[in-house]
Structures are given as C-alpha cells and as structure tokens.
C-alpha cells in the first residue's frame, strides 16, 4: 500500500486498528470476548488484541478508583456482579418504551405531563419488582426524557435498540483490563467475568451493528442518567463503532457474531 493509501485509509477511518506486538495468542472464545469491548479499545487507541491498558499498575488503578470506586480485588468483584447482574440494562428497559411512548407524537401537551406523573410512579413500581433501585429509575427516566427534548437521541439508531446489554458488557471487558493491569485479578479471573459477559449479552443482538447501537445507546442512556442529557463524546464512540464495522482487520469483520 502507498503512502497515499495509508493517508485515504487513515482519514476515512480504514486504517488497521492497534494491535500489540508480541501479544500471547487468544483462544477462540477470548477474541468474541474482548470485543465486547473493542469500542474502547478503538476509541482509546488501545489494543485490539489485548487484555490491557498498557499501563503500570498505578496508572491502571487511578482510573479505577476515581470512575468505579475500585480499589482493590473485592471492589472488582462487586463491579463484575454490578455488570452481569443489573447494570444499565434493566433501568433501560423501565425506561425507554416510556419516553418513546411521550415522544411518539400522540400525546397533547396536557397528556404528556400526566403521562410523565405515571411513569415516574411505573419506574418505581417495576424498578422495586426487578431488584433495582426506584428512586434511580425515576432518575434515569427523567435524564432520558429530558434527552430526547434536546436532540440527546440523535446519534442513536432509528428506532431504538431494545436492549443496552452491550454497554453492560463492554464495560466488563475495560474494567477487566485496567484490573488486571492494575494488579487486582488474575488475567484468568478477568477472562471468566468476560465469559459471563458474552453469555449475558449475545442473545440481546443478531449482529456486531446492532450490538454497537446497543453500545451507543447504553452510552447515551449513562450520560443522561447522570444529568448529562447531551453527551459531548457521544460522536467519538459512534466513530469507534463505524471504524469496527468498516475495517477489514476489526474483529467485528473477523468474527461472526
């Protein structure tokens, strides 16, 4: 290839992703593993092909304790049963058929307001019924209705995904490289938590597109929940997720879903 090539490939978003020199072969199951998680890795620059941050153990553990309250194995084990037990997923499906149902278009002004009173009491009903916290379902309800009223849904899939168990997952595979690199678990501990993860989301999607809209959804749906309706750095993940799907070396075009 030429240099004008690599610099089309580099611009279009083509060009090979980061892959680790000298890194140990991957069994079958932990490549569909860690691509549950290639959105960060593309997205980070880290790499594809590799259970790491490429970071020292202080530096892997800052990230840890200032965005997850880890610091140490126990922490990791609480995040790890957090991930495949609830997550987002769950207040997502509170959540979403609501907001779509008072922004269909077939609800007057005066509707909507009492159809927001009634979901907010539904959130707490349902979210109490699956184990989840109320009062965050009713938070998470309002962040995602007040994203949709500025436009937070634009980035997102037409109609969209029923199911953010991508996000769910793919945190699972960042938490586990930054752990392992930070010392807390083993690299076998860490790939076990990432087997769940491919059990718990694959059923959710038919394909690696339609588990990077669940991805960027679920993205969508964290950043509203934490009152961040419009999420600044929503455009570089749905690049990471094209670049996935468009680049031949991508385990996303790698591996059947």
Sequence with gaps: MGLFDKLK????????????EGAPALTPA????????????V????????????????????PLAAGWDVRGADDVERTYEFLLTQ?????????MPK???LYSGRLSRRDAKGAAEQHAAQARQEATARGLDPERAVAFYQGWSASAQVGGHGELADP???????WDAARVVHVSRLAVDAGFVTPERAWAAIEEAVVMSRPAYASWEQFGDGFLAGRAFWSAGNRTPLDQDLPDFKRAVRRLLDTESSPWRTLAY
């Excluded at 490939?9 to 680790?20: P, R």
């Excluded at 997205?43 to 800052?62: C, F, H, M, S």
């Excluded at 969209?160 to 991508?166: K, R």
């Design 99 to 101: 907001v779509e149902e």
């Design 30 to 41: 932990q490549q569909r593993g860690l691509a549950l998680g290639a959105v960060y890795a």
């Design 160 to 166: 969209l995904p029923p199911s953010i168990a991508a």
């Design 43 to 62: 997205e980070g620059v880290l790499p594809i092909n590799a259970l790491t941050v490429e970071a020292d153990a202080r530096t892997a553990a800052k």
């Design 9 to 20: 490939d580099m611009f279009s978003g083509t060009a090979d992703l980061y892959a680790k």
């Design 87 to 95: 997550g987002h997923r769950g207040y997502y499906a509170i959540a």
